[in-house]
């Protein structure tokens, strides 16, 4: 074949003397791993806020996230596999709650909802599962039971939702797994059950990086069971600095494997800005994971922000989606940091190891991958800078010549199409402005997608009713986030409709030490005077509501009712008032009243003034409902605002 050598020069609008120019070579003969995706984990109940969302806004959101060439045009989703107990900014309910339960498991939450949406904007999407912490039944996190557990997800997401998912990580989320238990116990269930193209990775784990390498080699039985390995946060976390020393990198055992390597979370912070942790510090650390660790799937936590401003971690993802009350979301740069990869490379393009690497050898600021598809000879260069760079590019033969394009993204301006040209004698030379995102392509169709007549961001409705008679039985009411355990409508037995928290005893935690008791928040965090009212029944152990929430592990204001007649009022962990009903009727519909007016704080109980102590003023905070692990039961919600005179 004749060898053509081209040219481009890409103008902007700026001089500057750029020293030095770097060549990139491209060739359809060099070696490289296959690119396995860009993906996203909802989980830590991430995704919670978006469910709630009109219709309308929330199908612009998902459209964002997973419609290729149109946003971040995510390409691989994994979600947690929800237990009812909390997993980082909230609770996720389990599709079987109990043992009886596993055998008519059920699709609880919003998971199957968010893969079926995802895979209905890409059909190809690669979607995935992993559990943060387990119902408390299953005993051991590498049993048997545990095993059935899994598939059993798997089974509901075929039975309810028509999806087929493609790979389970077989571990608890950062806690590491048992490569006996996957030959012993998960394989076999997988394979008994009809899942046997379900392919497995692990340790999914954030310490121990690489060791599981040793052990295939002393097990070898184990390496073919395990299709995939991954790890978390390969880079290291804290100071999040692009040249940090985490000592976390792939081994040459792991690189020489062949075993596909993934960073299977990552980042985890928020995308609104661009320098610093965010959008320009993603691009990088995708180059980066490559280049340096031959990693190919990376995946961030979390897709978006779909989580209360007051709960921890929020304003973590790619775009912001929390305020299902009024529909207004926030399309972030990060959105087109990750379209600089996904809307211009997919699934099985095979990378140019020869064209990965950095501008400067001392830092990662500035580097460049390049990709090709190895059915047409399309190909991509994905370049993020540090410093301005000049760079040539020579594209070698089997590789698709014509037109190249061009996109950029700055601090001021993201994902923007350039001056295109056609390529001649053989060479691409760009100018590059500092601190930017530029992709050079042979492919076309990328959008930078939009919408417009957005709704205005609005405060949380209040004052706020709920008396839970619009929703059909076994629903999440809209607006409430639980933290621990899962509160769901149910039958009442005074007819109609009520909430109760399902979950009958504490499961395997992922953490040990989160989390009092079973509790769900709403509300705003701006909220500082007002009341929170509630009919319950009480079947056992206690129940409680509260307002101006201040702590995850603490709550705020509680007024505590228990089953034998018992009442307590709470600032966090300290009694301020305590006493005991007489003649108490546990079996009767209870009315409970908590006012925050100022400093003075009042509880009532079925009209009748219990409590009420003067505290510390300037608190605020967000409402929240609480009971022990009990089928105890709310109606009649209310919260309304207390006018300080």
Same mark, same amino acid.
């Not at 490569?179 to 990775?201: C, E």
């Not at 698709?400 to 601090?411: A, F, L, P, Q, R």
């Not at 933290?483 to 935690?509: A, M, N």
């Not at 305590?578 to 079996?587: C, D, H, T, V, Y």
């Given at each position: 074949?004749?060898?053509?050598?081209?040219?481009?020069?890409?103008?902007?609008?700026?001089?500057?003397?750029?020293?030095?120019?770097?060549?990139?070579?491209?060739?359809?003969?060099?070696?490289?791993?296959?690119?396995?995706?860009?993906?996203?984990?909802?989980?830590?109940?991430?995704?919670?806020?978006?469910?709630?969302?009109?219709?309308?806004?929330?199908?612009?959101?998902?459209?964002?996230?997973?419609?290729?060439?149109?946003?971040?045009?995510?390409?691989?989703?994994?979600?947690?596999?929800?237990?009812?107990? !909390?997993?980082?900014?909230?609770?996720?309910?389990?599709?079987?709650?109990?043992?009886?339960?596993?055998?008519?498991?059920?699709?609880?939450?919003?998971?199957?909802?968010?893969?079926?949406?995802?895979?209905?904007? !890409?059909?190809?999407?690669?979607?995935?599962?992993?559990?943060?912490?387990?119902?408390?039944?299953?005993?051991?996190?590498?049993?048997?039971?545990?095993?059935?557990?899994?598939?059993?997800?798997?089974?509901?997401?075929?039975?309810?939702?028509?999806?087929?998912?493609?790979?389970?990580?077989?571990?608890?989320?950062?806690?590491?797994?048992?490569?006996?238990?996957?030959?012993?116990?998960?394989?076999?269930?997988?394979?008994?059950?009809?899942?046997?193209?379900?392919?497995?990775?692990?340790?999914?784990?954030?310490?121990?990086?690489?060791?599981?390498?040793?052990?295939?080699?002393?097990?070898?039985?184990?390496?073919?069971?395990?299709?995939?390995?991954?790890?978390?946060?390969?880079?290291?976390?804290?100071?999040?600095?692009?040249?940090?020393?985490?000592?976390?990198?792939?081994?040459?055992?792991?690189?020489?494997?062949?075993?596909?390597?993934?960073?299977?979370?990552?980042?985890?912070?928020?995308?609104?800005?661009?320098?610093?942790?965010?959008?320009?510090?993603?691009?990088?650390?995708?180059?980066?994971?490559?280049?340096?660790?031959?990693?190919?799937?990376?995946?961030?936590?979390?897709?978006?922000?779909?989580?209360?401003?007051?709960?921890?971690?929020?304003?973590?993802?790619?775009?912001?989606?929390?305020?299902?009350?009024?529909?207004?979301?926030?399309?972030?740069?990060?959105?087109?940091?990750?379209?600089?990869?996904?809307?211009?490379?997919?699934?099985?393009?095979?990378?140019?190891?020869?064209?990965?690497?950095?501008?400067?050898?001392?830092?990662?600021?500035?580097?460049?991958?390049?990709?090709?598809?190895?059915?047409?000879?399309?190909?991509?260069?994905?370049?993020?800078?540090?410093?301005?760079?000049?760079?040539?590019?020579?594209?070698?033969?089997?590789?698709?010549?014509?037109?190249?394009?061009?996109?950029?993204?700055?601090?001021?301006?993201?994902?923007?199409?350039?001056?295109?040209?056609?390529?001649?004698?053989?060479?691409?030379?760009?100018?590059?402005?500092?601190?930017?995102?530029?992709?050079?392509?042979?492919?076309?169709?990328?959008?930078?997608?939009?919408?417009?007549?957005?709704?205005?961001?609005?405060?949380?409705?209040?004052?706020?009713?709920?008396?839970?008679?619009?929703?059909?039985?076994?629903?999440?009411?809209?607006?409430?986030?639980?933290?621990?355990?899962?509160?769901?409508?149910?039958?009442?037995?005074?007819?109609?409709?009520?909430?109760?928290?399902?979950?009958?005893?504490?499961?395997?935690?992922?953490?040990?030490?989160?989390?009092?008791?079973?509790?769900?928040?709403?509300?705003?965090?701006?909220?500082?005077?007002?009341?929170?009212?509630?009919?319950?029944?009480?079947?056992?152990?206690?129940?409680?509501?509260?307002?101006?929430?201040?702590?995850?592990?603490?709550?705020?204001?509680?007024?505590?009712?228990?089953?034998?007649?018992?009442?307590?009022?709470?600032?966090?962990?300290?009694?301020?008032?305590?006493?005991?009903?007489?003649?108490?009727?546990?079996?009767?519909?209870?009315?409970?009243?908590?006012?925050?007016?100022? !400093?003075?704080?009042?509880?009532?109980?079925?009209?009748?003034?219990?409590?009420?102590?003067?505290?510390?003023?300037?608190?605020?905070?967000?409402?929240?409902?609480?009971?022990?692990?009990?089928?105890?039961?709310?109606?009649?919600?209310?919260?309304?605002?207390?006018?300080?005179?």
């Amino acid at each position: 074949m004749k060898k053509y050598v081209f040219s481009l020069v890409v103008m902007f609008f700026f001089v500057s003397a750029v020293e030095g120019q770097k060549t990139i070579s491209l060739s359809a003969d060099d070696s490289g791993r296959v690119f396995e995706g860009i993906g996203a984990v909802s989980a830590g109940a991430s995704t919670r806020n978006l469910f709630d969302y009109p219709e309308k806004q929330r199908s612009e959101v998902l459209d964002f996230l997973f419609k290729p060439k149109f946003g971040a045009g995510f390409q691989h989703l994994k979600v947690e596999i929800g237990s009812g107990e !909390n997993s980082t900014c909230g609770s996720e309910p389990s599709h079987a709650i109990t043992r009886e339960e596993l055998l008519d498991p059920k699709p609880r939450g919003y998971e199957f909802w968010f893969m079926a949406e995802a895979r209905k904007r !890409n059909p190809e999407i690669i979607l995935d599962c992993l559990p943060w912490a387990y119902p408390g039944w299953i005993g051991d996190r590498f049993s048997q039971e545990s095993a059935d557990w899994f598939v059993a997800f798997l089974e509901v997401a075929r039975k309810y939702y028509g999806l087929e998912i493609d790979w389970i990580a077989a571990a608890q989320n950062e806690m590491g797994s048992d490569l006996n238990w996957i030959a012993k116990n998960l394989r076999p269930t997988l394979d008994a059950h009809g899942f046997a193209k379900v392919k497995i990775q692990a340790p999914d784990d954030d310490s121990e990086f690489w060791q599981v390498f040793d052990e295939f080699e002393k097990h070898p039985e184990y390496d073919s069971l395990i299709d995939a390995v991954g790890y978390h946060y390969v880079d290291g976390r804290e100071p999040w600095e692009i040249d940090q020393k985490g000592g976390r990198d792939a081994t040459e055992k792991a690189k020489q494997s062949g075993k596909p390597l993934w960073a299977s979370e990552e980042w985890s912070q928020s995308g609104e800005e661009w320098g610093g942790k965010g959008a320009l510090y993603l691009a990088r650390l995708m180059n980066k994971l490559y280049t340096r660790d031959r990693i190919t799937k990376y995946e961030i936590w979390s897709p978006f922000d779909g989580i209360y401003n007051q709960i921890i971690w929020a304003n973590t993802g790619a775009l912001q989606a929390d305020s299902p009350w009024d529909g207004h979301y926030t399309v972030w740069p990060a959105v087109w940091a990750l379209a600089h990869t996904t809307q211009f490379a997919e699934p099985g393009w095979v990378y140019m190891d020869g064209a990965c690497g950095q501008f400067d050898p001392a830092t990662w600021q500035g580097s460049h991958v390049a990709l090709r598809n190895p059915d047409t000879g399309d190909w991509s260069v994905i370049m993020v800078t540090g410093e301005k760079q000049k760079v040539k590019l020579a594209i070698g033969e089997g590789l698709k010549t014509g037109t190249v394009y061009v996109w950029k993204s700055t601090e001021t301006d993201q994902f923007v199409k350039q001056k295109s040209s056609t390529l001649k004698n053989g060479s691409v030379e760009i100018e590059m402005e500092a601190d930017a995102i530029y992709t050079l392509t042979s492919t076309t169709g990328q959008v930078k997608g939009s919408y417009g007549n957005l709704p205005e961001s609005k405060p949380f409705p209040f004052p706020y009713t709920e008396d839970f008679e619009s929703y059909s039985y076994g629903e999440t009411p809209r607006y409430f986030s639980d933290q621990k355990g899962t509160f769901e409508t149910c039958l009442s037995p005074k007819g109609g409709r009520c909430l109760t928290q399902i979950v009958p005893e504490q499961g395997i935690l992922w953490y040990s030490n989160w989390l009092l008791k079973p509790h769900s928040l709403f509300g705003d965090l701006n909220w500082t005077d007002y009341a929170i009212e509630s009919d319950i029944l009480l079947t056992g152990g206690d129940v409680e509501i509260g307002g101006r929430y201040a702590d995850r592990n603490k709550l705020g204001f509680r007024w505590i009712l228990t089953s034998d007649g018992r009442w307590q009022l709470n600032w966090q962990y300290t009694t301020l008032a305590s006493g005991q009903i007489e003649k108490f009727k546990p079996a009767d519909w209870h009315h409970l009243r908590l006012e925050m007016k100022g !400093n003075q704080i009042t509880g009532l109980i079925d009209g009748k003034k219990l409590a009420s102590v003067t505290t510390e003023s300037g608190m605020k905070g967000m409402a929240f409902i609480a009971a022990t692990y009990d089928r105890n039961l709310f109606d009649n919600i209310k919260v309304e605002p207390l006018v300080t005179e």
